[in-house]
T-cell receptor, first 112, second 115 residues
Framework: DAKTTQPPSMDCAEGRAANLPCNHSTISGNEYVYWYRQIHSQGPQYIIHGLKNNETNEMASLIITEDRKSSTLILPHATLRDTAVYYCIVRAVTGTASKLTFGTGTRLQVTL | GAVVSQHPSRVICKSGTSVKIECRSLDFQATTMFWYRQFPKKSLMLMATSNEGSKATYEQGVEKDKFLINHASLTLSTLTVTSAHPEDSSFYIC???????????FGNGTRLTVT
């Protein structure tokens, strides 16, 4: 699986958009970009994933560059409850269940 | 949506005893489940892949005789920490994939403290 690079920490004011970058310059053509987050002392929570097109759901938007070497997770209106560690993971889909390898992630602190 | 349940959420045990952690897929069948371990302020580390009806696959450096995994049904996998020591104190998290492929769904974890 391709390696990802994320900033270790970011701050965001409540109500503002949080833009979390991820570099995955060695991504292969069959690898998806996944985003999870982990709130303190809980299991990771799935946010969104994509292959090459931008994606949006009720939680966030995922913007993937045309060369697919980087992506940005956007939380449009961050709240205090969005304070968590955000993990960007790149992985090929092989079969019905494939393990995820977690990096160090970005610790997002949302402040008043 | 797909839900993965872990039990217990917290457990304290004495050195030398064994502890069993359960992971259940509540509304789907999971032929494969994954067990992770997380130390404070660290990322999740995959310990093993649990396969229904067959032996688990352990990651390098994980002692299979210490961390016993049983996946006896399509909705239940168990992790038993045998002869626990204080260094086994950690946050253990399981995950499973619902039919139709990714993403993985995670349980809420079990915090093990060995005294």
């Amino acid at each position: 699986d391709a390696k990802t690079t994320q900033p270790p920490s970011m701050d965001c004011a409540e109500g503002r958009a949080a833009n979390l970058p991820c570099n995955h310059s060695t991504i292969s053509g069959n690898e998806y970009v996944y985003w999870y987050r982990q709130i303190h002392s809980q299991g990771p929570q799935y946010i969104i994933h994509g292959l090459k097109n931008n994606e949006t759901n009720e939680m966030a938007s995922l913007i993937i560059t045309e060369d697919r070497k980087s992506s940005t997770l956007i939380l449009p209106h961050a709240t205090l409850r969005d304070t968590a560690v955000y993990y960007c993971i790149v992985r090929a889909v092989t079969g019905t269940a494939s393990k995820l390898t977690f990096g160090t992630g970005t610790r997002l602190q949302v402040t008043l | 949506g797909a839900v993965v349940s872990q039990h217990p959420s917290r457990v304290i045990c004495k050195s030398g005893t064994s502890v069993k952690i359960e992971c259940r897929s509540l509304d789907f069948q999971a032929t494969t489940m994954f067990w992770y371990r997380q130390f404070p302020k660290k990322s999740l580390m995959l310990m093993a892949t649990s396969n229904e009806g067959s032996k688990a696959t352990y990651e390098q450096g994980v002692e299979k005789d210490k961390f016993l995994i049983n996946h006896a049904s399509l909705t239940l996998s168990t992790l038993t920490v045998t002869s626990a020591h204080p260094e086994d104190s950690s946050f253990y998290i399981c995950s499973a994939s619902a039919p139709g492929g990714p993403p993985l769904h995670f349980g809420n974890g079990t915090r093990l403290t060995v005294t």
